[in-house]
């Protein structure tokens, strides 16, 4: 599979190498990202590039050492008695400026707790060095307290940090080759990560790839999310139980409380785990303080991770007893309704490329409440613009057959519920519907996937 965008990430890591003084460089991200792909596709000058696994330390080294000699000829023939000495000796020996590229850095801090304090030494000693580094990982808590909490011996060494974000809608579009209605829906299960588009190019449609891939007790990804949970979270079974509960619709803090059987304090940790890991998302009610946990619910912020957990984890026991297509026809029958959260999603998040009449938006928010008779009242697109004088409001639908002027009378209707504190100088409105052409009358825009998957 061709490699797509990444140009930030390569520029800035490009920029850190050009300079004359050692940097320390640390990129990471959830598995299957592409930070390897983006590793490969660097290849710096004077490479020294070691792949780690979960051998001992001695062992390591020993594997190590015959990547070093592909520049230091007879590195390899030395036992090395500890890392610092390994990285000493390679230091001493370049004869000109190396990049040292370590990729999956924390199965080498599993077998040795003592390499950050190590590599501390190695880095403080900047003016002598004759290397770069570059460590790279997928153990994102792991990387985060290596390198960002102020109790680790690497705090502060870094001159840059990437945390290496999935892949936008667009470039699935130009992968797959397809229309934008139809990448809207193949992101709705494989997400921005590279690797699931790479599975999802060994089958004809999307539906048997969903169903040879994911649905298939022996498919490739029938257990990936676990996978991921596993080896990225500590104490994964709370985590696991309350991303089974959001997949099941239990979207409020004291709903999954309950379920659980345990007061709400009590998750607090496993929930910002989740979110720092990018598996879930808080979302808080447009207007609304962000300590107020009554007007915030939690998402399954991952397509792949939501579409697993609200049909693969209740069905499990039939599709372990090869019922598949049971579960398929469930999901062709709930498939509309599924594609339309991410479809709002990513019309939230495409607001910031709207530019009307010079005007440029904020990231948007969803707005709900109760009416009076109890009927829930729901926003799906609002946001401020920049110098906070113009408000935008919108509605986000998919399906066929509906009516952007049904819409808008609807939204105009909503508006009214709407207790704003302010006075704007013009309130827009937004309606979003996949067929829809980008097209601006008076104070009314309209847009469809086209637009969301260009941007």
């Known amino acids: 599979m ?19 003084e050692s940097q320390l460089i640390v990129i990471y991200g959830r598995r299957r990202v592409g930070k390897s792909a983006l590793l490969q596709k660097l290849k710096p000058a004077n490479c020294i590039y070691y ?5 001992t330390s001695d062992i390591q080294r020993n594997f190590f050492a015959f990547q070093v000699a592909k520049l230091i000829p007879g590195f390899n023939n030395v036992l090395y008695p500890d890392w610092y000495t390994f990285f000493e000796q390679a230091n001493r020996q370049l004869s000109k400026k190396a ?42 808590q792991m990387m985060y307290s290596t390198f960002l ?60 790839a969903i169903r040879e891939a994911i649905l298939n007790p022996y498919g490739i990804l029938y257990e990936e999310p676990l996978r991921l949970f596993m080896d990225d979270l500590s104490g994964a079974v709370q985590p696991i139980s309350i991303a089974s509960l959001i997949g099941l619709g239990c979207n409020k803090l004291s709903e999954i409380a309950g379920r659980l059987n345990k007061p709400a304090t009590s998750l607090s940790r496993s929930l910002q785990v989740l979110i720092d890991a990018g598996y879930v998302k808080r979302e808080l009610c447009w207007g609304e303080n962000f300590k107020n946990n009554k007007k915030t619910l939690y998402r399954l912020d991952d397509p792949l991770i939501r579409f697993f957990f609200t049909f693969v984890v209740p069905n499990q026991s039939i599709l372990n007893s090869r019922l598949i297509d049971v579960v398929e026809k469930e999901i062709k029958k709930r498939w509309q309704v599924y594609v339309s959260e991410t479809w709002e999603e990513l ?54 057959n509906i009516k952007p002027a049904m819409l808008l009378r609807e939204l105009d209707q909503k508006i009214t519920y709407l207790n704003l504190q302010k006075k704007y100088q013009n309130i827009y409105r937004l309606i979003m519907l996949p067929e829809l052409e980008f097209e601006v009358k008076e104070n009314v825009i309209y847009a469809g996937a086209d637009f969301v998957c260009q941007n």
């Open 347 to 400: 019309c939230r998040q495409s607001v910031i490329n709207l530019n009307v009449k010079n005007i440029q938006f904020l990231p948007a928010q969803r707005w709900w409440q109760q009416s009076k008779t109890d009927k829930p009242i729901e926003i799906d697109i609002i946001t401020e613009s920049d110098d906070g004088q113009n408000l935008l409001i919108g509605e986000a639908k998919w399906g066929k």
């Open 51 to 55: 792949l780690a696994d979960i051998n």
């Open 2 to 20: 061709e490699f797509v965008n990444r140009e930030e990430e390569l520029r800035l890591i490009k920029q850190e190498l050009s300079k004359k």
């Open 149 to 208: 909490e102020k109790s680790s011996p690497l705090f502060g060494r870094a001159n840059r940090i990437i945390k290496l974000q999935p892949l936008k809608c667009k470039w699935l579009k130009q992968i797959l080759n397809l229309t934008s209605i139809q990448a809207i829906e193949e992101y709705s299960v494989w997400g921005g990560i590279p690797r699931y588009w790479e599975v999802r190019t060994e089958y004809n449609s999307l539906f048997e």
């Open 99 to 140: 990049t040292i590229i370590i990729d999956e850095f924390p199965n080498l801090v599993k077998s040795a707790p003592e390499l950050p304090s190590v590599l501390q030494k190695i880095i403080d000693l900047k003016q002598n060095l004759n290397f770069h580094l570059i460590i790279c990982g997928s153990l994102q």
